[in-house]
Each structure stands twice: as C-alpha cells, then as structure tokens.
C-alpha cells in the first residue's frame, strides 16, 4: 500500500498531559481513514523533543513553540548511518 496522508503507518511523539485527548484523536482518524495506523509514543516532553531531534518520530505535540536553536539544529543536515 502506497503512504498518503490518510493511508500507512507513522510513528508520533505526544506530550503525556495530552494523552486522554490524543487518544480520542488518533481513535477516531483511525475510524474514518481504516488504511492508516497511528503509533503514539506518550512521554515527557524532553523525551519526545529528543526523540524528534533524532528523526525517531515524524510529529510531536508538546505544549510550546520549538526555540529558534531547535529549529535551527533540525535544519542542520543529519549525519545518519
């Protein structure tokens, strides 16, 4: 299966005061887009800034603006292996 944005998989970071919220969210798009699977990582939101920073998930919802160093460290090329 081809990905789209409303079929396949993708891997989110969520801050965990948003779970009960994220948790409907992410039930309901699943209801109505059957082809697509959201995997939800919930922690703190240091982890889930790290673990975007580290191209580990492909979204975050944490509660702030990203600072103008972590916008400008996630326009650095990456150095993968």
Do not use: C, H, W
């Not at 082809?35 to 492909?58: Q, T, W």
């Amino acid at each position: 299966m081809q990905e789209s944005f409303t079929a396949g998989n993708i891997v989110i970071g969520v801050d965990e005061s948003y779970q009960p919220v994220m948790q409907s969210q992410v039930k309901l798009f699943e209801s109505i887009y059957p082809y697509a699977v959201v995997n939800v990582n919930y922690g703190a939101e240091a982890d889930m800034l790290s673990l975007f920073m580290k191209d580990s998930v492909r979204l975050i919802v944490i509660g702030r603006n990203l600072t103008r160093n972590e916008i400008n460290d996630l326009k650095k090329p990456s150095e993968k292996f």
